[in-house]
Protein backbone atom coordinates (compact mmCIF):
# COMPACT_ATOMS: atom_id res chain seq x y z
CA UNK A 1 0.00 0.00 0.00
CA UNK A 2 1.58 2.91 -1.10
CA UNK A 3 0.43 6.59 -0.17
CA UNK A 4 1.49 10.36 -1.41
CA UNK A 5 1.41 12.39 2.14
CA UNK A 6 0.89 15.99 1.62
CA UNK A 7 3.65 18.24 3.51
CA UNK A 8 1.81 20.18 6.00
CA UNK A 9 4.60 23.37 5.82
CA UNK A 10 5.43 23.69 2.33
CA UNK A 11 4.39 22.38 -1.42
CA UNK A 12 4.24 18.43 -2.38
CA UNK A 13 4.42 15.40 -1.27
CA UNK A 14 6.26 12.47 1.05
CA UNK A 15 6.03 9.14 -0.86
CA UNK A 16 5.34 6.24 1.32
CA UNK A 17 5.80 3.05 0.26
CA UNK A 18 4.38 1.29 3.09
CA UNK A 19 1.79 2.46 5.72
CA UNK A 20 3.27 2.03 9.15
CA UNK A 21 1.33 -0.13 12.02
CA UNK A 22 1.74 0.92 15.28
CA UNK A 23 0.14 0.58 18.72
CA UNK A 24 -2.73 3.40 18.96
CA UNK A 25 -1.56 5.59 22.24
CA UNK A 26 -5.34 5.69 23.68
CA UNK A 27 -6.24 1.54 23.42
CA UNK A 28 -3.34 0.34 23.18
CA UNK A 29 -4.75 -1.87 19.59
CA UNK A 30 -2.17 -2.07 16.84
CA UNK A 31 -3.65 -0.66 13.74
CA UNK A 32 -3.22 0.50 10.33
CA UNK A 33 -2.01 4.19 10.65
CA UNK A 34 -4.04 7.08 8.89
CA UNK A 35 -0.89 9.26 7.92
CA UNK A 36 -2.86 12.80 7.97
CA UNK A 37 0.09 15.00 6.70
CA UNK A 38 4.11 15.75 6.80
CA UNK A 39 6.34 18.13 8.06
CA UNK A 40 9.10 19.33 5.75
CA UNK A 41 12.61 19.87 7.70
CA UNK A 42 13.54 16.22 9.30
CA UNK A 43 14.09 16.90 12.70
CA UNK A 44 17.05 14.78 14.49
CA UNK A 45 17.60 12.72 11.49
CA UNK A 46 14.23 11.73 11.40
CA UNK A 47 10.75 12.72 9.17
CA UNK A 48 7.54 13.73 11.30
CA UNK A 49 4.53 12.82 10.18
CA UNK A 50 0.97 13.33 11.92
CA UNK A 51 -0.76 10.10 12.20
CA UNK A 52 -4.28 9.36 13.14
CA UNK A 53 -5.78 6.55 14.83
CA UNK A 54 -8.88 5.71 13.51
CA UNK A 55 -10.06 3.18 16.22
CA UNK A 56 -10.20 6.04 19.01
CA UNK A 57 -10.06 9.62 17.18
CA UNK A 58 -6.70 9.37 18.23
CA UNK A 59 -3.58 11.44 16.94
CA UNK A 60 -0.18 11.49 17.50
CA UNK A 61 3.09 12.85 15.88
CA UNK A 62 5.03 9.84 14.64
CA UNK A 63 8.10 9.16 13.32
CA UNK A 64 10.64 7.58 10.31
CA UNK A 65 14.37 7.17 10.28
CA UNK A 66 14.39 8.14 6.53
CA UNK A 67 14.54 11.47 6.03
CA UNK A 68 13.76 12.15 2.14
CA UNK A 69 10.75 12.19 -0.12
CA UNK A 70 10.59 8.66 -0.42
CA UNK A 71 10.19 6.65 2.60
CA UNK A 72 10.43 2.77 1.57
CA UNK A 73 9.67 -0.64 3.28
CA UNK A 74 12.13 -0.55 5.05
CA UNK A 75 11.81 2.27 7.76
CA UNK A 76 11.09 1.80 10.60
CA UNK A 77 8.49 3.89 12.70
CA UNK A 78 8.08 4.93 16.32
CA UNK A 79 5.24 7.16 17.78
CA UNK A 80 6.37 10.66 19.01
CA UNK A 81 6.66 10.78 22.90
CA UNK A 82 4.44 13.78 22.60
CA UNK A 83 0.95 12.23 24.03
CA UNK A 84 -2.75 13.86 22.62
CA UNK A 85 -4.58 15.12 25.64
CA UNK A 86 -8.06 13.62 26.41
CA UNK A 87 -10.98 15.90 27.11
CA UNK A 88 -14.13 15.45 28.11
CA UNK A 89 -16.85 18.72 27.66
CA UNK A 90 -19.50 19.02 30.34
CA UNK A 91 -22.88 20.97 29.71
CA UNK A 92 -23.12 24.34 30.45
CA UNK A 93 -25.63 24.19 33.36
CA UNK A 94 -22.44 21.96 34.98
CA UNK A 95 -20.02 24.31 34.00
CA UNK A 96 -22.09 26.75 35.33
CA UNK A 97 -22.85 25.31 38.63
CA UNK A 98 -19.23 24.16 39.14
CA UNK A 99 -16.43 25.86 37.00
CA UNK A 100 -13.78 23.92 38.44
CA UNK A 101 -15.21 20.54 37.79
CA UNK A 102 -14.41 20.23 34.11
CA UNK A 103 -10.52 20.53 34.54
CA UNK A 104 -10.34 18.27 37.92
CA UNK A 105 -12.67 15.43 35.60
CA UNK A 106 -10.17 15.93 32.78
CA UNK A 107 -6.99 15.48 34.80
CA UNK A 108 -8.09 12.29 36.09
CA UNK A 109 -9.16 11.01 32.63
CA UNK A 110 -5.64 12.28 31.71
CA UNK A 111 -4.13 9.93 34.15
CA UNK A 112 -6.60 7.47 33.75
CA UNK A 113 -5.60 7.41 30.25
CA UNK A 114 -1.55 7.22 30.66
CA UNK A 115 -2.49 4.08 32.64
CA UNK A 116 -1.84 5.68 36.26
CA UNK A 117 -4.39 3.48 37.71
CA UNK A 118 -3.90 3.96 41.30
CA UNK A 119 -4.14 7.41 41.54
CA UNK A 120 -6.55 8.66 38.96
CA UNK A 121 -9.77 7.26 41.12
CA UNK A 122 -8.64 9.84 44.04
CA UNK A 123 -8.86 12.51 40.96
CA UNK A 124 -12.52 11.65 39.64
CA UNK A 125 -13.03 11.49 43.54
CA UNK A 126 -11.66 15.19 43.72
CA UNK A 127 -13.82 16.28 41.02
CA UNK A 128 -16.74 14.70 42.24
CA UNK A 129 -16.74 15.96 45.75
CA UNK A 130 -16.01 19.86 43.78
CA UNK A 131 -19.40 18.89 42.15
CA UNK A 132 -21.21 18.25 44.87
CA UNK A 133 -19.91 21.08 46.80
CA UNK A 134 -20.29 23.41 44.57
CA UNK A 135 -23.87 22.01 43.66
CA UNK A 136 -25.00 22.30 47.50
CA UNK A 137 -24.23 26.13 47.43
CA UNK A 138 -25.58 26.61 43.97
CA UNK A 139 -29.09 25.40 45.91
CA UNK A 140 -28.22 27.00 49.03
CA UNK A 141 -25.89 30.31 48.95
CA UNK A 142 -26.82 30.83 52.31
CA UNK A 143 -25.20 27.98 53.82
CA UNK A 144 -21.68 28.53 51.93
CA UNK A 145 -19.07 28.39 54.74
CA UNK A 146 -21.08 25.50 56.20
CA UNK A 147 -20.95 23.16 52.91
CA UNK A 148 -17.23 24.06 52.40
CA UNK A 149 -15.80 22.80 55.46
CA UNK A 150 -18.85 19.78 55.67
CA UNK A 151 -18.32 16.23 55.15
CA UNK A 152 -19.35 15.66 51.89
CA UNK A 153 -21.97 12.71 52.43
CA UNK A 154 -23.35 15.15 54.88
CA UNK A 155 -23.60 18.11 52.58
CA UNK A 156 -25.59 15.40 50.46
CA UNK A 157 -28.11 14.35 52.91
CA UNK A 158 -28.40 18.18 54.69
CA UNK A 159 -28.44 20.60 51.35
CA UNK A 160 -30.14 18.14 48.10
CA UNK A 161 -33.81 18.09 48.29
CA UNK A 162 -34.08 16.33 44.77
CA UNK A 163 -34.84 12.58 46.25
CA UNK A 164 -33.18 11.27 42.29
CA UNK A 165 -30.08 13.74 43.01
CA UNK A 166 -29.69 12.65 46.22
CA UNK A 167 -29.72 8.85 45.69
CA UNK A 168 -27.27 8.92 42.75
CA UNK A 169 -24.62 11.46 44.68
CA UNK A 170 -24.66 9.34 47.91
CA UNK A 171 -24.08 6.71 45.74
CA UNK A 172 -20.89 8.81 43.59
CA UNK A 173 -19.38 9.50 46.63
CA UNK A 174 -19.49 5.76 47.86
CA UNK A 175 -17.69 4.58 44.71
CA UNK A 176 -15.62 7.57 45.01
CA UNK A 177 -14.27 7.20 48.38
CA UNK A 178 -13.25 3.64 47.94
CA UNK A 179 -10.94 4.93 45.10
CA UNK A 180 -9.01 6.85 48.25
CA UNK A 181 -9.73 4.82 50.78
CA UNK A 182 -7.26 1.76 52.07
CA UNK A 183 -10.24 -0.42 52.42
CA UNK A 184 -12.65 -1.13 49.74
CA UNK A 185 -15.96 -1.76 50.64
CA UNK A 186 -17.71 -2.02 46.82
CA UNK A 187 -15.23 -4.70 45.68
CA UNK A 188 -17.23 -5.76 42.51
CA UNK A 189 -16.89 -1.77 41.86
CA UNK A 190 -13.59 -0.08 39.87
CA UNK A 191 -12.99 3.06 38.53
CA UNK A 192 -14.84 2.74 35.50
CA UNK A 193 -18.38 2.56 37.70
CA UNK A 194 -17.27 5.92 39.33
CA UNK A 195 -16.85 7.62 35.70
CA UNK A 196 -20.53 6.03 34.96
CA UNK A 197 -22.17 7.27 37.93
CA UNK A 198 -19.89 10.72 37.78
CA UNK A 199 -22.20 10.84 34.16
CA UNK A 200 -25.45 9.59 36.06
CA UNK A 201 -25.33 12.56 38.61
CA UNK A 202 -24.48 14.87 35.63
CA UNK A 203 -27.58 14.34 34.12
CA UNK A 204 -29.70 14.28 37.12
CA UNK A 205 -28.94 17.57 37.88
CA UNK A 206 -29.07 19.08 34.73
CA UNK A 207 -32.67 17.27 34.69
CA UNK A 208 -33.43 18.81 38.13
CA UNK A 209 -32.15 22.61 36.88
CA UNK A 210 -34.21 22.42 33.47
CA UNK A 211 -37.45 20.94 35.76
CA UNK A 212 -37.04 24.38 38.19
CA UNK A 213 -36.51 26.48 34.78
CA UNK A 214 -39.42 24.94 33.36
CA UNK A 215 -41.28 25.49 36.87
CA UNK A 216 -40.09 29.14 37.05
CA UNK A 217 -41.29 29.98 33.75
CA UNK A 218 -44.45 28.38 33.52
CA UNK A 219 -46.00 28.65 37.42
CA UNK A 220 -49.58 27.32 36.97
CA UNK A 221 -52.28 27.50 34.57
CA UNK A 222 -53.45 30.71 32.82
CA UNK A 223 -56.42 31.60 33.54
CA UNK A 224 -58.72 31.65 30.03
ZN1 LIG B 1 -7.21 3.15 19.75
Redesign the pocket.
Known amino acids: MERQVPILNGNGFIDVQSIPQLI?P????I?TVILLSAFDEPLDGKRLFIGY?S??G?WSVISCNQTGKKVDIFASWQIDPYYPIPHKYFSSTINRISPQFETIYNEALTAQKLKLLSICGAGYRKALECLIKDYCIHLHNDRKETIIKCDTGVCIGDNIDSQTVKEIAERAIWLGNDESHYAKRWTDKDTDDLVEVISFLCKAIEQDEERKQLLAEMPEQKKK
Open positions: CSCGKIFCCA
